[in-house]
């Protein structure tokens, strides 16, 4: 990319000389380039892969405040920076979707997250596995944390943002592709002008590689209709930091029942959505040919141009449509790359997943993701005809409500349902047999859907359990601020338990750990 050295001045400086329709003319010349490897069979793979995207906060060890992430640790095995100074990504090594794959999945993720806790303990510093971080940093406010930001000759530079040219570039191109600047959520309004308000939140990301790139928008439709009802299974962002509330403050009713179970949906939304233009972060269409698969990723608005060398990978064939695709932000979505012509792959990112309680719990969405994905595509499920309005409204209903949600779903039979024991059972058997065409065992099986069986019948979701640990701090006199971060603490000290052997299913009531 054009600029000079780590000076992000310099280097979104420029981005003012690249040409947006000259880029664009690069990306539709390069989109020719990923079809022709389509049709040459490049991005098919003899077997179905998967891998996971991890991201993860820092918090201090002792207090539970938000700490940066030393430079130094994100040079520990499978992590780099993301959009907060307080995050880490990681990456697995892609695996089969097997049993022993999954397993692989599990060791690789937690074999990494365990030495770089070891190697940020002697900081003092202790990475967290959620959806959205409710303490800030011990200095300085929250809000300021997340909104600060430095202008320099027309550019916007977020303090607490990485230095990296793409997440400053979000706000600093021109206003046509500016992103917006406002949050609205109930009880809560935030204002900013760079992407720091983003940083709240944190996600897994399970992949699923099918054998045939041909075949990416039909799994790209199954994963859209999957999208609604694994949402509500995972919700864990019921709350935002107190203090980004609304004067007086958020109440019980606010905290416990009426805002998002999963904030980190409409905070992304609103946030990183250019203002009055098409919407980037959104629940994505449906496709009927790979050729529409890449031809709206080309299209997609670009929000930071670039002129970008090649370093000589396979995928820098198509170097400028991968950088346009690092903004296509849906909550589902199709990606072409690889190192190498042999390692290409056409993938299905799934987005809407926040971090979970354990590795168990985000395996376990991993497993049933994949699952469910082989076994409703295999035997032509009727979940594949429910209308794409419905699927949107089950995903935004579920973000707004968990398991309590008003979802459709169509079962193996054909009949319409919204019992939410009916949609899960059915889902759960698709995913089962996913899974045993996959080649996994009945016990692996089990253990691997369990912690999201144990969701279903008890109603327990990590944002449920979080609302309950609210519920009775406050029954013991505390604020609804001291309430939210009572309730972060006891999160934070049983996910220290249980981060790699349990899962939520296993945690005892809130009753037992937050009044310990």
């Known amino acids: 990319m054009t600029g000079k050295g780590d000076d992000p001045v310099e280097r979104l400086k420029s981005l003012a000389d690249v040409e947006v329709e000259a880029f664009n003319e690069r990306v539709r010349e390069e989109a020719d380039v990923i079809r022709d490897h389509v049709d040459a069979g490049t991005f098919d793979n003899e077997q179905v892969t998967t891998g996971l995207e991890y991201e993860f906060y820092a918090v201090d060890s002792e207090t539970g405040h938000l700490r940066r992430i030393p430079r130094s640790l994100l040079g520990c095995v499978g992590f780099d920076r993301e959009l907060g100074l307080h995050n880490a990504e990681l990456n697995s090594a892609v695996h089969p979707f097997t049993g022993r794959g999954i397993d692989a999945v599990r060791a690789d993720v937690t074999a990494k997250v365990d030495a770089l806790q070891r190697r940020a303990a002697e900081d003092g510093i202790r990475v967290v596995s959620d959806g959205m971080w409710t303490i800030g940093p011990a200095e300085g406010s929250t809000e300021d944390y997340l909104t600060e930001a430095t202008r320099e000759e027309g550019l916007t530079l977020g303090i607490n943002v990485s230095n990296g040219v793409r997440y400053h570039g979000f706000a600093s191109v021109d206003d046509e592709r500016m992103i917006a600047s406002r949050i609205d959520v109930p009880g809560a309004r935030i204002q900013a002008d760079s992407a720091g308000p983003v940083s709240l939140t944190t996600s897994i990301q399970p992949h699923y590689q099918p054998r045939r790139a041909a075949d990416l928008p039909k799994y790209h439709r199954i994963a859209t209709r999957l999208a609604g009802p694994l949402l509500a299974l995972a919700v864990n962002s019921p709350f935002l930091p107190p203090a980004l509330?609304?004067?007086?403050?958020?109440?019980?009713?606010?905290?416990?029942?009426?805002?998002?179970?999963?904030?980190?949906?409409?905070?992304?939304?609103?946030?990183?959505?250019?203002?009055?233009?098409?919407r980037k972060v959104k629940f994505p269409g449906d496709f009927e040919t790979l050729s529409e698969v890449i031809d709206r990723i080309a299209s997609d608005p670009v929000l930071v141009p670039a002129d970008i060398e090649a370093e000589g990978r396979f995928d820098d064939e198509f170097v400028h449509f991968r950088h346009k695709h690092g903004s296509y932000w849906r909550w589902v979505r199709p990606v072409f790359d690889g190192a190498t012509?042999?390692?290409?792959?056409?993938?299905?990112?799934?987005?809407?997943?926040?971090?979970?309680?354990?590795?168990?719990?985000?395996?376990?969405?991993?497993?049933?993701?994949?699952?469910?994905?082989?076994?409703?595509?295999?035997?032509?499920?009727?979940?594949?005809?429910?209308?794409?309005?419905?699927?949107?409204?089950?995903?935004?209903?579920?973000?707004?409500?968990?398991?309590?949600?008003?979802?459709?779903?169509?079962?193996?039979?054909?009949?319409?349902?919204?019992?939410?024991?009916?949609?899960?059972?059915?889902?759960?058997?698709?995913?089962?047999?996913?899974?045993?065409?996959?080649?996994?065992?009945?016990?692996?099986?089990?253990?691997?859907?369990?912690?999201?069986?144990?969701?279903?019948?008890?109603?327990?979701?990590?944002?449920?359990?979080?609302?309950?640990?609210?519920?009775?701090?406050?029954?013991?006199?505390?604020?609804?601020?001291?309430?939210?971060?009572?309730?972060?603490?006891?999160?934070?000290?049983?996910q220290r338990q249980t981060l790699y052997d349990d899962s939520l299913c296993d945690w005892p009531d809130p009753e037992a750990v937050v009044l310990a």
């Open 341 to 494: 012509a042999g390692s290409a792959s056409a993938r299905i990112e799934f987005r809407p997943i926040a971090g979970q309680p354990t590795m168990s719990d985000s395996v376990a969405v991993l497993a049933a993701f994949g699952g469910a994905m082989r076994g409703l595509g295999e035997r032509d499920h009727p979940i594949v005809d429910l209308p794409w309005k419905r699927a949107e409204e089950n995903f935004y209903a579920a973000a707004r409500d968990g398991l309590d949600a008003d979802m459709t779903w169509i079962t193996a039979d054909g009949a319409e349902t919204t019992e939410t024991e009916r949609l899960y059972d059915d889902l759960f058997a698709a995913a089962t047999t996913g899974l045993e065409e996959h080649g996994c065992t009945a016990d692996q099986i089990a253990a691997a859907l369990s912690p999201l069986r144990s969701r279903v019948e008890t109603g327990r979701t990590p944002a449920a359990w979080k609302r309950s640990a609210v519920d009775v701090a406050l029954d013991e006199g505390a604020t609804p601020a001291e309430a939210v971060r009572s309730a972060q603490r006891a999160y934070v000290r049983l």
């Open 245 to 278: 509330y609304d004067d007086p403050g958020p109440d019980r009713e606010l905290l416990v029942s009426d805002g998002y179970a999963e904030h980190r949906i409409p905070v992304y939304e609103q946030m990183m959505n250019p203002s009055g233009r098409d």
